[in-house]
Nanobody
Framework: QVQLVESGGGLVQAGGSLRLSCAAS????????MGWFRQASGKEREFVAL????????RYADSVKGRFTIARDNAKNTVYLEMNSLKPEDTAVYYC?????????????????WGQGTQVTVSS
């Protein structure tokens, strides 16, 4: 049974930082592309960042480029999202997801497994 469990969300002031973690189990973690997505209230889920199996390739949404960093530790079956210079518009539920494909997809439909999400709230 595959499980992805996010942690690290919370309330932070604008300009602050948070580090999200996603612990994976029940899958060969190193074989999966890992992604972070977010969904703000009343909006569709959107791509934030992804990292390939070997950490040699990363991709970011334009809205977070230069502020967020995705990383993974295959020995710990964990993917991270370091978020700096947070803005109120970053407020959302953040989800990690696993994609067994090698296409570095940014579409939600491409991902096979999802976590339950962690709330990030940025106050102005």
């Amino acid at each position: 049974q595959v499980q992805l469990v996010e942690s690290g969300g919370g309330l932070v002031q604008a300009g602050g930082s948070l580090r999200l973690s996603c612990a994976a189990s029940g899958l060969t973690f190193s074989a999966f592309t890992m992604g972070w997505f977010r969904q703000a209230s009343g909006k569709e889920r959107e791509f934030v960042a992804l990292i390939n199996w070997s950490s040699t390739i990363t991709r970011y949404a334009d809205s977070v480029k230069g502020r967020f960093t995705i990383a993974r530790d295959n020995a710990k079956n964990t993917v991270y999202l370091e978020m700096n210079s947070l803005k109120p518009e970053d407020t959302a539920v953040y989800y990690c997801a696993a994609d067994r494909g090698m296409l570095l997809a940014q579409a939600t439909r491409s991902y096979d497994y999802w976590g339950q999400g962690t709330q990030v709230t940025v106050s102005s």
